[in-house]
């Protein structure tokens, strides 16, 4: 096992007595985390044995880690399939549960085009609840007086639906900001809020968006953090306030509310909260007027003492934007989690975004590791792959995480890889090294390579009229506009210089890739408004070739060369845009509806 207990040092002086007993309890899990870890499986397969799913691999009610371990096989989400979606269907038979499916959560991962759909059950919302009591005694040991004032955070609930039997479906945070848990959750000094609830329930995002602003403008000097789930979303409101700084500024000289809000118990709740203050109107229409936008962030809450928003995996790509509307301020990365599970917390939330390690918490959930070699070409059914404990994972190695959960997910692998960079007592701490197969994302979207190909290869059929085809493709997340957007170079073969397609012709191309992407896109285009028109640049013929043959001046085979379908080198990028012959811009937004195409 490989603990050093000598090595880790005890988290520092609780700030108060409520975060002594919370430390003592991170304290407590990571000192016995391989005894948790035997305990939560025991728990888990007990609680479940009588489940259609664990009696299929005849674990006769064995609840120890040898007979799970060597019964139970590996599996992904399409291995699943059939089980989630008869529970969708409306079967409340004990089929990975043995506990009511409550709800499913709808993970930003996709399966054929649309969200994963995770099966939950009501205990599993204390759980994470348990987590998020974490977040606060950990940050005040490092960030004091935060019981002083209060945090800025941007937060909205996202469309529901219900499957065919019932079930509601929808994303783990709308489910738990819409729970009692959180609505009706006890004040606490530390965790003082200035959006009201209803802002943060409202459906709409640009009512909740610019409630939410215009409450964060107005307690601005109490403001000491300001955050959002993740960096994009920070920058999407910074942006709204650049766009909408007008408007906001009018109702906080006159106390009055802004038409476009129209949602009833908003409007009342506004009301309440809404002063004429001309003085915070002018200093807002000053500052957000000015031609740049640098610093902004701190000119208009200058007591900020930390952005509080994950910038690690694919978040790092926004981390330069942030400084500059933040002058640097530090950017606290506190926790990590799924709709499958919620894995653990960061127990160094100042450090660099680098440098930020993620401790599992291993009550939690029962934690595999399955070693991730990223040049063995996967394993079979002769060679099952050997997975490893959590207090057996090694510094240094990279590991692809498998969890087995309460709500009856068994030996599942969630598609993270995590790089071992140190422990805490007993339980390990990781890097979050990347998503498995995600080549383009911009906020909670994830493009494979598989669903680029055929937004390709749908868009390019437009131009067979034309005998034109595209003969390369690659792609990059273009993140410097906000929202980001997706850009796609194309080099062309036209054939038929007197008939080559229009501007036209290629917008709706844009458009045609737009309708191929997974849902998760399609919501963040139509209804999110994170994710910007996405953009065909043609480059001039023979530019994939030059492509080439710079890679492999820079020592890549020409045997093995394939041409890489996502660039973010800058070398590369500035080679692409220097043959660059014309750009064009999806001219609308594609279909999407909360209901799922199946
Ligand atoms: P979802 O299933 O939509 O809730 O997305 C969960 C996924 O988001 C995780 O499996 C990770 O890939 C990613 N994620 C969550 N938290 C973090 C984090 N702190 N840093 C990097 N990626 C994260």
New binding site residues.
Partial sequence: MAVDSAISSPLGPPACEKDAKSLRFIEEMTRNADSVQERVLSDILTQNSQTEYLRRFKLNGASDRDSFKSKLPVITYEDLQPEIQRIANGDRSAILSAHPISEFLT???TSAGERKL?PTIKEELDRRQLLYSLLMPVMNLYVPGLDKGKGLYFLFVKSETRTPGGLLAR??LTSYYKSEHFKTRPYDPYNVYTSPNEAILCPDSFQSMYTQMLCGLQDRHQVLRVGAVFASGLLRAIRFLQLNWRQLSQDIETGTLNQKVTDPSLRECMGKILKPDPELARFVRRECSKESGEGIITRIWPNTKYLDV?V????AQYIPTLDYYSGGLPKA?T??????CYFGLNLNPMCKPSEVS?TIMPNMAYFEFLPHDPNSAGFTRDSPPKLVDLVDVEIGKEYELVITTYAGLCRYR???ILRVTGFHNSAPQFH?VR?KNVLLSID?DKTDEAELQKAVENASRLLREFNTSVVEYTSYADTKTIPGHYVIYWELLVKDAANSPTDDVLKQCCLAMEESMNSVYRQGRVADNSIGPLEIRVVRNGTFEELMDYAISRGASINQYKVPRCVNFTPIMELLDSRVVSTHFSPALPHWTPERRR
């Fill in positions: 993970s930003s991962g995770m994303p783990v994950i690690t995996g694919a978040m990365c926790m990590y989690a799924s709709s499958e993620y969630v598609g993270d979050f998503r909670s």
